[in-house]
């Protein structure tokens, strides 16, 4: 299972990289919590507060699933001014 992974504004800063391309041998049922990504990709155990996240450029939860060949992007909270 391959998914490409996104980090975008102070997280990519943060990070260090753009983005990853994250291969999941051990997904249940071909699926894998965005939580569980997230610690896979970045190899943190916890996510940032207010952390923001789409799949397949469509905004959803931190408890969503993916699957092979999804697009998931993290961006940091937004701020306006």
Same mark, same amino acid.
């Given at each position: 299972m391959s998914i490409k992974v996104l980090y975008f504004?102070?997280?990519r800063e943060e990070i260090g990289r753009a983005s990853d391309k994250i291969d999941?041998?051990?997904?249940?049922?071909?699926?894998v919590q965005v939580t569980q990504l997230w610690m896979k990709a970045t190899?943190? @155990?916890s996510l940032p507060d207010e952390l923001l996240v789409a799949v397949n450029q469509e905004y959803t939860s931190i408890d969503a699933f993916v699957k092979d060949g @999804?697009?998931?992007a993290f961006?940091?909270?937004v701020t306006g001014g």
């Amino acid at each position: 299972m391959s998914i490409k992974v996104l980090y975008f504004a102070s997280l990519r800063e943060e990070i260090g990289r753009a983005s990853d391309k994250i291969d999941i041998s051990d997904a249940n049922n071909g699926s894998v919590q965005v939580t569980q990504l997230w610690m896979k990709a970045t190899g943190r @155990d916890s996510l940032p507060d207010e952390l923001l996240v789409a799949v397949n450029q469509e905004y959803t939860s931190i408890d969503a699933f993916v699957k092979d060949g @999804d697009e998931v992007a993290f961006f940091p909270p937004v701020t306006g001014g």
